[in-house]
């Protein structure tokens, strides 16, 4: 009787259609198979040694906070300008002087309440080193398109900086109406080309001979970036 019930227990069961195989054993599920990674195994050590050498972008580029710009960061922002309107490189398009910290001053506190133009700044703990500038086109039949300037201070690029007060200039053109950024940049600039195109930027024409610069004339990049409208929550 004994043999006969454990004769039963032993036939697989029809009813599931499951193949007549014993179940696997436990410890094989804990192993490496065809590159998963096991917790603890000698690939994950492996893994999180090389994770520890390699510098993380987040950490990089986290010291440091988008705001719109006070009147109280005039001086800091024509510091800013002339640092890197006297790179060697050019990449400013104007050469003249940057205006003084008290015209800056009144034109940032002039923006308070404006609807067609804002300064937005990038700080770290040292200081401001980042403006975007983006104003709306004056024209009546194009008062949806704005333009904008950029400039990072030398020891603070390719850390995103530049993308952040991108993201910022997006936010305040949806939420004024506005749905064509565009821009001017020079042709020798391609690190920034490069930044304007990873964001979503496209070049809309090439302007020959377009801005006066020490003494003579040169070319420009036209870029613009379409601006999707929010969506309602």
């Known amino acids: 009787m004994r043999g006969r019930q454990r004769s039963r227990r032993a036939r697989p069961s ?7 195989r014993p179940l696997a054993p436990a410890e094989p599920l804990l192993r490496r198979r065809r590159g998963r990674r096991v917790p603890g195994g000698r ?4 893994s999180r040694r090389r994770a520890a ?12 906070t988008i705001r719109q710009a006070e009147p109280g960061d005039a001086a800091a922002l024509v510091q800013l300008a002339r640092e890197v309107g006297a790179e060697p490189e050019g990449w ?10 008290g015209d800056e001053r009144r034109y940032l506190r002039s923006l308070r309440r404006s609807r067609d133009a804002a300064v937005f700044v990038a700080e770290t703990p040292g200081g401001i080193v980042g403006r975007l500038s983006v104003g709306r086109d004056p024209h009546p039949a194009s008062t949806h398109v704005a333009d904008l300037g950029l400039m990072v201070a ?6 995103g900086i530049g993308r952040a ?6 936010d305040w053109a949806q939420r ?10 020079f042709p020798h600039n391609e690190p920034a080309i490069q930044l304007y195109e990873a964001f979503g930027f496209r070049r809309e024409g090439y302007r020959e001979r377009h801005y006066r610069r020490d003494g003579g004339l040169v070319d420009a990049v ?12």
């Open 92 to 101: 400013l398009i104007s050469t003249s002087e940057w205006r003084g910290a």
């Open 154 to 159: 030398k020891g603070h690029r390719r850390q």
């Open 53 to 64: 050498r390699r510098p993380r972008r987040r950490d990089r580029v986290s010291n440091f």
């Open 43 to 46: 690939l994950a050590r492996r």
């Open 165 to 170: 007060l991108l993201e910022r200039a997006v």
């Open 14 to 20: 029809r009813r599931v259609g499951l193949p007549a």
């Open 222 to 233: 036209l870029m613009a970036y379409e601006v999707m409208p929010t969506l309602p929550e």
């Open 176 to 185: 004024m109406g506005v749905s064509k950024l565009e821009l001017h940049v």
